[in-house]
């Protein structure tokens, strides 16, 4: 049954019953029942703090381009909508959470700044990027990282430096309720024109070599120690194989992408037989690289 939220949570700004399809790259889910999106840190922190009292879980989400999402979501979900504020200090460059991830990679080129280049082809927000500790070709949010802003699940603002521990391969501590809020990464000084084609170079590629045409949430498994989860589920003759309107990219088969009416279950039917028929040839268990959320 659904759970009634408190008046506190209600006066905040929120819809209702937003499809899924509209609020993630890959375009599969049900229904988001309540999607709340402050538009300051204030409201932010208002609304994680009545969550808190309340003991209500929520979730959290970005620009969903690394989201499978398996039904309707009864639970409270955060999309914080602040303002596009990109700002320079020096060598420095600071966005808030709900900025592009792709669009701060621009703009630190427009500046003539380097370091941002491997963002260019990696979607969704720079909060998404930091909870996720984003990266390609070898760079990862972490590396560039001055100092970042976040809500702890208890609604209290935290401000600080990176510290060991904190931010892994595609992970970081800022689960279970955390939000972040905002960062500023450290580059340096470059050559506009050549930092700029390195960021066309960096989208191109990705256009070469994923199907970027069609619906996806990027690589859907994560690569095995020394493997690729890509080459694996092509080994065992995958590309191409289709559940309904999900279908194992026949570009690249780590990509699984919706072809306009995939459902949540053709999603489920479609992983479970890859990472079954990938045990079943070589043994290898595959672990999402997206995150799922299911019903409830
Ligand atoms: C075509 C394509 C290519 C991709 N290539 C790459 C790549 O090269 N490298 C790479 O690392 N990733 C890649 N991805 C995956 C994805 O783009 C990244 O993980 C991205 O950083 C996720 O950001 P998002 O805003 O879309 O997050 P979402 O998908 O909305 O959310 C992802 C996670 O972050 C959490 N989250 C989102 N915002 C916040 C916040 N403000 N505070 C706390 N938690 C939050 C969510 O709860 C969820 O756990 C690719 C995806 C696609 C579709």
Sequence with gaps: ???????????????????????????????????????????????????????????????????????????????????????????????????????????????????????????????????????????????????????????????????????KYRWSFLTGGHVALGFTVHLVEGDRGRIEAQVAANMEKRGSSQPLSQRNAGCIFKNPAGQSAGRLIDQCGLKGFRVGDAEVSPEHANFLVNHGHATAAEFAELMDLVRAKVLESHGIDLEPEVEIWRAG
Aim: hydrophobic share 40%; net charge neutral; with cysteine.
């Design 1 to 167: 049954m659904t759970r009634a939220l408190p008046d506190e949570l209600l006066k905040l700004p929120h819809r209702t019953e937003v499809p899924f399809a509209k609020l993630t790259t890959l375009g599969v889910g049900g229904s988001c029942r309540w999607l709340f999106e402050p538009t300051t840190e204030l409201e932010a922190q208002a609304f994680v703090r009545a969550c808190a009292r309340e003991s209500l879980p929520y979730r959290v989400l970005g620009g969903g381009s690394n989201l499978v999402i398996l039904g309707d979501i009864e639970a409270p979900v955060l999309r914080l909508r602040f303002p596009p504020d990109l700002r320079r200090m020096g060598l420095k460059l600071s966005a808030p959470a709900s900025f592009g991830h792709i669009r701060m990679a621009q703009g630190a080129a427009k500046e003539g700044l380097s370091g941002m280049e491997y963002a260019s082809g990696i979607p969704g927000t720079t909060g998404g990027a930091l909870r996720m500790n984003a990266g390609a070709y070898g760079t990862e949010l972490v590396d560039i990282l001055d100092t970042y802003r976040f809500l702890t699940p208890e609604g209290e603002l935290v401000e600080k430096r990176p510290e060991p521990g904190e931010f």
